[in-house]
Structures are given as C-alpha cells and as structure tokens.
C-alpha cells in the first residue's frame, strides 16, 4: 500500500487548488474512505484533513512571497472569505498573510514520503474468522479518545457496573470470543485525534435477540475478523499492538477497515502484576 500511500500524496499535490474532499482522496486510492483516513493517520502521525490543509496553507505562504494578493491567494486555495483564509493561516503560522509580504518571513510544510523501515524484525501474528451477525450487549457511555495510558472515563464505567447487569450479560453472552470486551463505536468526525469522543461499550457478544432493559446493545453485520493476540505488561502492549495494527499490519495486508464496532479483551495475569493477555477484534474485508 505504500506505493498506493504515495501515489496519493502525488493526486493531492496536483489539486491543492481544487475542491479536495476527503471522499475523493480515498475514491482515487481505490479504497473506503474510513480505512484510507485511518491508515494514513498511523502512519504519518496526522489526519488527512490536516495534512491537505498544511499542504494548502505551505503553498499559499509560497505565493504571498511570490508577490500574490492576499485576496487571490485566499480564494485560489478554497476559502470562502479572506477573513476565514487569515485566521486559518495565522493559527497555522502564528503570522498574518500580510506580514508574509511586508516582512517576508515565511512557514514551509513540506510534502510527506511514506517510505518502508524496518525495525526490530518482530513478528505479529493474526488470524482471520468468519463471524455470524450478533450484538454487542452490555453498558456504554461517550468517552474521550485516548491512546496511551489508563483511561479514567472508561474505568468509572467498568466501576457503574452493577450485579444486576453483570448476571444479564452472562446470561446473554452465547459465542465466542466467551469473555468480557471493551467495544468501541460512533467515534466522532475527527476520531482520530485525541479531541474527540467516542461510544466505549464494556459488555458480550451475544446472538440472542430479547436483551435486558438494564443493557444497552449495539447490532454488528455478519463478516470477516482479524485477531490479533498479544501479551505483556497491561495496557502498553494491548495500546502497542492497536498501533501496530493499522500502521504495520493493514498498509500489508489485503484487507481494509470497515466503519463498524472493535473491541479487545483481556485477561490479568494472576502471577504477574500489570501482566496481561489480551485479543484485539478488528473488522475487516477483502479489499476490492
């Protein structure tokens, strides 16, 4: 995919003038929208939107030097109103276009290059199942995006718990994987910043179709799984091993992220402190 990742970084530079919509990136790199993004994001530490809006505002800096209107520059670049351009390039540079002309000082984002580097040699082992159409069952709450360390919004969860609600989901809980997951779904638009929030379900899969009215649920569409096991210390490998998913294992793969509910479970080490096993669920399909 890193050929395809490029090829793509080529389209975006011959249209930074054009109404470039995220949709059409992804139409031109032949691959749903929601898996291009979220590639790209894992593997240049960025969202695609803002990447394109670098791009953009680089290119504009390079014009004002050049001798070009404000007002020339403002529309050339998509922006409705030179009053929108000004603010979006004096958050970008910490400067006015105008200053731009009048003290030619300038900011250069340059274009990215997504090359291959090997590290380490370590090996990450999957597999893929076919799984039935099922629900997610248990409880939720819209909870901050987090990937590194302990999220508290999610353990406040886990404690609301009550027994109530962990005996119905036992009694639900009828396929595999037979264990207490952590699903994640309804990510915000900007789901791939650390701004935005996200529905955090903990509860079991479950194919049974009269639920408890103590649980919510979440219906999953019948398809294809990749598994990834890991283990170590709790939660750096599990958080690890979401990253290497879409940045080492996807960009690889023949297969594609689709836009439906994740989820991870995890299994303490008795002997162990901080020591876990855990299994990631990613949805997947056969890229087109």
Known sequence: MLKELNQVIEYIEAHLTDDLSLERIADYAGVSDY???TVF?????????????????SEANKDLLNGEKVTDVAFKYGYQSVDGFTRAFKKWSGYLPSDVIKKRISKSFPKLSFIITVKGGTAMEVRMKEMPAFYIVGVSKRVPIQFEGVNNEIVKLAQSITEEQRKAMHALQNIEPKQIVNASY???ENFLKEEAYLT????????KEE????????RVEAGTWAIFPNKGPFPSTLQETWAKTYAEWLPASDYEVIQAPRFSFTIMD??????????IWLPVRKKK
Request: charged share 35%.
């Open 35 to 37: 898996h291009f993004r």
């Open 41 to 57: 994001f894992h593997l240049s530490g960025m969202t695609l939107s803002e990447y394109v809006k670098n791009r953009k505002l």
């Open 186 to 188: 309804d990510a915000d």
């Open 200 to 207: 955090h379900m903990i509860g079991v899969l479950t194919t």
């Open 211 to 218: 639920i408890s009215d103590q649980l919510d649920k979440v």
């Open 270 to 279: 008795k002997n162990k402190k901080d020591e876990a096993y855990s299994e």
